[in-house]
């Protein structure tokens, strides 16, 4: 595809469920990064895939969110147990080379806004 | 742990006018990109600068690194109103920690 694309565009969910949420990098781009991002925040950095594994999880606020990557492509954030305050906007970025020490530019998806009722 | 501070939070500029917003780091930093937000839209990738002194230029946004490697600046003059967004700095540092700010929301007045 010409960019990254995240779906759905919007999910609204009650507390205590289970979403996923999904990204679709740029074709051949073997970076991918997942953040959350808060009305007047910058983007909080949650998950880094190089090809298939994660390279950096630190920023996973807990064990109910999950990512994968399993083909080195599409990737899924899980949320289990969902709270409100997991609201947000989820980003997903790629990249054509990976790692965030070495400043690849980075292009986003549309984000996936994420309202937990 | 890493702070990233960015003046102003807001910029109310008059249509014409310069402005210049600060990045500012607590560590000595590997690179720092910029990224601008449209309302309602996602971060686009500005710039990276990654030597100390640092300065380029894309038509009238000018971006600095710092000697020390610890703030940056972006310097837009003759402001346009297609120049409305938030402007978030994304900064690395030494140990590869990388970072977003909270951004400089940029409202023009035409």
Not at chain 1, 16 to 28: N, Q
Not at chain 1, 42 to 62: K, V
Not at chain 2, 41 to 68: D, N, Y
Request: glycine fraction near 12%.
């Amino acid at each position: 595809g010409a960019g990254v694309s995240q779906t759905p565009s919007n999910k609204v969910t009650e507390k205590g469920k289970y979403v996923e949420l999904r990204c679709d990098p740029i074709s051949g781009h073997t970076a991918l990064y997942w953040y959350r991002q808060s009305l007047g925040q910058g983007p909080e950095f949650l998950i880094y895939f190089q090809g298939t594994g994660a390279a950096d999880d630190s920023g996973l606020p807990n064990d109910r969110f999950f990512a994968v990557r399993p083909e080195g492509s599409v990737s899924t954030l899980k949320i289990q147990r969902t709270e409100r305050g997991d609201s947000a906007v989820y980003l997903c970025a790629s990249s054509l080379t990976g790692g965030l020490a070495r400043g690849g530019t980075q292009y986003f998806g549309p984000g996936t806004r994420l309202l937990v009722l | 742990g890493q702070q990233v501070m960015q003046i102003p939070q807001y910029q109310h500029v008059q249509e014409g006018e310069d402005f210049t917003t600060y990045c500012n780091s607590s560590t000595t930093l590997s690179n720092i990109q910029w990224y601008k937000q449209r309302p309602g839209g996602h971060p686009v990738f500005l710039i990276q600068l990654v030597k100390s002194g640092e300065v380029k230029k894309q038509k009238r946004l000018t971006f600095q690194f710092g000697e020390a490697k610890k703030n940056s600046s972006l310097h837009i003059t003759a402001t346009q109103t297609t120049d409305v967004g938030t402007y978030f700095c994304a900064v690395t540092d030494s140990w590869g920690k990388f970072q977003f700010g909270a951004g400089t929301q940029v409202v023009v007045t035409p």
